[in-house]
């Protein structure tokens, strides 16, 4: 096959851990920027095939190329234009500097617009880098005497301003707001318990089977050297709350959970193959970016018709699959986004991938409990482990996804060390996607309510909330609260779908 020069190709991919056992000082922490920087060094150490500390000349070559360079933005590190400090100290001068929006879609999305845009030829080399040292910054204040150095944070008027990558979205409505309905952890388990319900299963099976499905994550973090725990748990230790493992919010617990008090940092470096070429990158090294589609499902979620389905991600998976030539079947790998076990299966069940195939993992990291949870970075790590899981095993296909906010933008990449046979193509399905219809919402609803899905939010001392979507008699959907860590303890472990109730105009709760 003769490649079209232009074709984009990723050639370098970079990881990095900071998870010392016995952490006792200054010297065991890391800040975000010396993350970033180690894991762009070895993205470019990863092209000459070395340990990241070794003479790496094609790697250095290709650092020196770079048009573009993006960081992903920090959960925990907010500065003018990370990419800047990044860029000096490996003494590089891209041409271009961004900084992405908020999102766990938004490195896939990069990817493919990085793609595109070295197709067209608008550039050549690109880097993404991000990280999180949320482990570090936690125990820098749990024990100030340590005495740890403070992270550069950049005047507000550092020039050049990074450009921005993607858009910033406005998750939460202002009836969400109101009724405190704000935080992931609130919200994934709405969905989970829809599902329970729509599958009609007891709350011991769907325990059973959600735990089975997430040992499963864990398995795969044991295998993988950046993961950050890599002890495989048990369904059971999964799902039995433990001190060490509390009930977070019904019914996940802390092991059901996003991790985000992780050191962690990944890189990936894109180059056209002409310049891979050029510069001597192995041809076993290259892995092809096939194709690539995105879309939203509605932006809040008291709009959203079926809380445990993704319209969204069930029509890019289509779309990806399609202008790569393959179907879901020939996918050899996978990696799905993976903050709540809920948010891997709905990309599963849209995906039509079966949830426990011994033959092929959901997942190439662990997921973002297990693998760890670097805030918006965790596909940059990702899509890093896929390049590495391809590279093993030429030929065989890889998919990614990503998704930001609650199940709402979702991106889906494919990829492998086989060129594509047509040009990379990135698709939106936002059109298509708004062709669906949403639910209706009011602030109160009048009469005979019953729950549709619910979570009991866990403090430290135990049961403390109920938040819950309820319907009336039409349809309509509201978001009802309790309020009262009595009555949550005594509900809590209880099946509440379907009870009936009243609200008062102030989304009050009461059951019957």
């Not at 470019?44 to 650092?63: E, H, K, Q, S």
């Not at 993607?166 to 935080?183: A, D, Q, T």
């Not at 389905?309 to 069930?314: D, F, G, M, Q, V």
């Not at 009870?499 to 102030?506: E, F, L, P, S």
Request: net charge negative; hydrophobic share 40%; glycine share 8%.
């Amino acid at each position: 096959m003769t490649l079209d020069p232009r074709t984009p190709v990723l050639v370098g991919v970079g990881q990095v851990l900071n998870h010392p056992e016995n952490p006792s000082g200054a010297h065991d922490l890391v800040d975000p920027l010396d993350l970033m920087v180690q894991a762009l060094t070895a993205a470019a150490a990863d092209i000459d095939g070395v340990n990241p500390g070794d003479p790496c000349p094609l790697g250095t070559t290709m650092l020196s190329k770079i048009d573009r360079l993006a960081a992903v933005v920090s959960f925990t590190w907010r500065t003018t234009n990370p990419a800047l400090l990044v860029a000096e100290r490996l003494g590089i001068k891209p041409t271009e500097l961004m900084v992405t929006a908020t999102g766990g879609s938004i490195p896939q999305k990069f990817v493919a617009g990085a793609a595109t845009a070295i197709l067209r030829g608008d550039v050549d080399v690109v880097a993404l880098v991000g990280s999180e040292a949320m482990y570090s910054r936690s125990l820098s204040r749990r024990f100030p005497e340590w005495n740890s150095p403070e992270w550069e944070v950049q005047d507000p008027s550092t020039t050049p301003a990074p450009q921005l990558f993607g858009k910033e979205l406005e998750g939460l409505s202002p009836l969400e707001i109101e009724r405190g309905i704000m935080m992931p952890i609130h919200i994934y388990p709405l969905f989970e318990n829809a599902r329970r319900a729509r599958n009609g299963w007891t709350i011991a099976e769907h325990l059973e089977q959600t735990g089975a499905f997430w040992a499963s994550f864990s398995a795969q973090a044991a295998k993988n050297p950046h993961a950050w725990i890599q002890t495989a748990k048990t369904s059971s230790e999964i799902t039995t709350p433990t001190p060490q493992n509390r009930m977070i919010a019904e019914p996940y617990t802390k092991y059901m959970v996003a991790n985000l008090p992780v050191d962690m940092g990944a890189a990936v470096i894109m180059c056209s193959y002409a310049t891979a070429q050029e510069v001597g990158v192995r041809d076993d090294a290259m892995v092809f970016p096939h194709s690539h589609a995105q879309g939203d499902d509605p932006l809040h979620i008291s709009n959203r018709k079926q809380f445990d389905r993704s319209i969204a991600i069930e029509l890019a998976g289509q779309r990806a699959l399609s202008a790569a030539g393959v179907t879901i079947d020939e996918i050899d790998h996978v990696d799905l986004y993976s903050c709540f076990p809920i948010a891997a299966i709905m990309g599963a069940e849209a995906l039509g991938l079966p949830l426990n195939d011994p033959n092929r993992s959901l997942s190439v990291t662990g997921g973002l409990t297990f693998g760890g949870g670097p805030g918006n970075n965790y596909v940059t790590q990702s899509i890093a482990a896929m390049v590495q899981r391809l590279r093993e095993h030429p030929g065989d296909l890889g998919l990614v996804t990503g998704l930001s906010w609650f199940a709402t933008s979702h991106a889906v990449g494919i990829y492998s060390t086989t060129p594509p046979a047509t040009p990379f193509r990135a698709i939106d399905v936002q059109d298509e996607v708004d062709q669906f219809p949403s639910a209706e919402v009011a602030p109160t609803l009048d009469g005979v309510v019953s729950v549709e899905t619910y979570t009991i939010i866990h403090d430290r001392d135990g049961p403390s909330k109920i938040i819950a979507a309820l319907k009336d008699a039409s349809g309509t959907r509201s978001w009802g609260i309790i309020d009262d860590p009595t009555s949550a303890r005594a509900l809590s472990g209880t099946e509440l779908i379907g009870r009936q109730g009243t609200m008062n105009a102030d989304g009050v709760l009461t059951l019957h």
